[in-house]
């Protein structure tokens, strides 16, 4: 009898455990898996965990659980996801250790998901499908949806089809229901035995769901992309990420701070910093702080990072801050996608 090339049970179990996890806002087929697995696409190297929530990653990263994590960011239409912000806010001290080490872009685009009614027709059918070697139209609808009582949706999913469900969602009397991920809102439009329920989500959830297309292409602008930030504990340096091709790639940097919010001229004095160091800011946004009423915790994205830091213009920047900021934390360096 010749040896079975099959590895055995405990073989593939001691394989998964000698992989490096990367934790990510789960279920499987959401947009933060497409967005993990452009990431860490080698399956035999990493092993990708789902979590319930973004608060989770942050968890599991800051625990050592997982080394690295991947969140939603912010969206080009819809705006900075709040969750991730707070994260990195860390206002409790819960994230002492944590830093962004890379970024993600991924370009979203919305299927509307559902049950056709009886009544579509075998042309309407070959449509939505892609056969039949006609254009499969985007943002309109390929069959009737009046069987249609409520659609399930993560609330970002909802904020960028917008104008889609104003013009043919709305005016049937439809209910918007929020849930936790869009990969959930096809899976509750696929345990819906009538058939009355749809979901706005990707077309691998629906695939995977087994749900028709009943529209797809439904974002508000077909340049709907959302950032991912891939985050780390600070001294991590498992599993080769990110990978040697990205080397020679320039840099982003993200710091936070405070100031003095009754000092007239403080926030511009901290900006100034960066202007006079000739380093480009990318990105502004702002939580309130939690030290005191309407006092605001602020985050800058900036060009460069310590890691290519030839002209000393990040290391002056960072005493400049120290001067004129109340207090400021350093949150990372990573190689620019964009």
């Known amino acids: 009898m010749?040896?079975?090339?099959?590895?055995?049970?405990?073989?593939?179990?001691?394989?998964e455990q000698n992989k490096t996890p990367v934790s990510f806002l789960?279920?499987?087929?959401?947009?933060?898996?497409?967005?993990?697995?452009l990431a860490f696409p080698d399956t035999s190297k990493w092993v990708l965990e789902p979590t319930s929530t973004i608060k989770e990653v942050f968890d599991r990263v800051q625990s050592g659980a997982a080394p690295y994590g991947v969140v939603p960011f912010e969206?080009?239409?819809?705006?900075?996801?709040?969750?991730?912000?707070?994260?990195?806010?860390?206002?409790a001290g819960e994230y002492p250790d944590i830093c962004v080490c890379g970024e993600i872009y991924l370009d979203v685009h919305h299927f509307l998901l559902g049950r056709r009614p009886p009544s579509s027709?075998?042309?309407?059918?070959?449509?939505?499908?892609?056969?039949?070697?006609?254009?499969?139209?985007?943002?309109?609808?390929?069959?009737?949806?009046?069987?249609?009582?409520?659609?399930?949706?993560?609330?970002?999913a909802f904020g960028q089809t917008a104008r889609f469900q104003a013009k043919y969602l709305q005016p049937l009397g439809i209910e918007f229901?929020?849930?936790?991920?869009?990969?959930?809102?096809?899976?509750?439009?696929a345990a819906d035995p009538k058939g009355e329920s749809a979901a706005i989500a990707s077309e691998?959830?629906?695939?995977?769901?087994?749900?028709?297309?009943?529209?797809?292409?439904?974002e508000d602008r077909e340049d709907n992309t959302t950032r991912f930030f891939v985050i780390r504990r600070k001294e991590?340096?498992?599993?080769?990420?990110?990978?040697?091709?990205?080397?020679?790639?320039?840099?982003?940097?993200?710091?936070?701070?405070?100031?003095p919010h009754r000092q007239p001229g403080a926030l511009a004095n901290v900006?100034?910093?960066?202007?006079?160091?000739?380093?480009?800011?990318?990105?502004?946004?702002?939580?309130?702080?939690?030290?005191?009423?309407?006092?605001?915790?602020?985050?800058?994205?900036?060009?460069?990072?310590?890691?290519?830091?030839?002209?000393g213009r990040i290391s002056g920047v960072l005493e400049d801050l120290e001067k004129v900021a109340e207090r400021w934390r350093w949150l990372g360096s990573w190689r620019r996608k964009r």
């Open 204 to 218: 691998l959830a629906g695939r995977e769901a087994g749900l028709d297309v009943l529209a797809r292409w439904v």
């Open 121 to 156: 027709s075998p042309e309407s059918e070959q449509r939505s499908s892609g056969r039949g070697g006609e254009e499969n139209p985007k943002g309109v609808p390929l069959a009737s949806l009046s069987h249609i009582r409520r659609v399930y949706s993560h609330p970002q």
């Open 271 to 311: 900006l100034d910093c960066f202007r006079r160091r000739e380093l480009n800011l990318t990105s502004i946004n702002s939580l309130p702080s939690l030290v005191a009423p309407f006092q605001y915790l602020f985050f800058v994205e900036f060009e460069g990072g310590r890691e290519d830091d030839h002209e």
């Open 236 to 259: 991590t340096t498992e599993g080769g990420y990110p990978p040697p091709e990205e080397e020679g790639k320039r840099y982003k940097s993200l710091v936070s701070f405070t100031v």
């Open 75 to 91: 969206n080009s239409t819809h705006g900075v996801v709040t969750f991730t912000l707070d994260g990195l806010a860390d206002r």
């Open 177 to 189: 229901i929020d849930v936790s991920s869009t990969s959930r809102a096809a899976q509750l439009a």
């Open 26 to 37: 789960g279920p499987f087929c959401t947009y933060s898996h497409q967005a993990t697995l």
């Open 2 to 15: 010749t040896t079975s090339s099959i590895a055995s049970p405990d073989v593939d179990a001691e394989h």
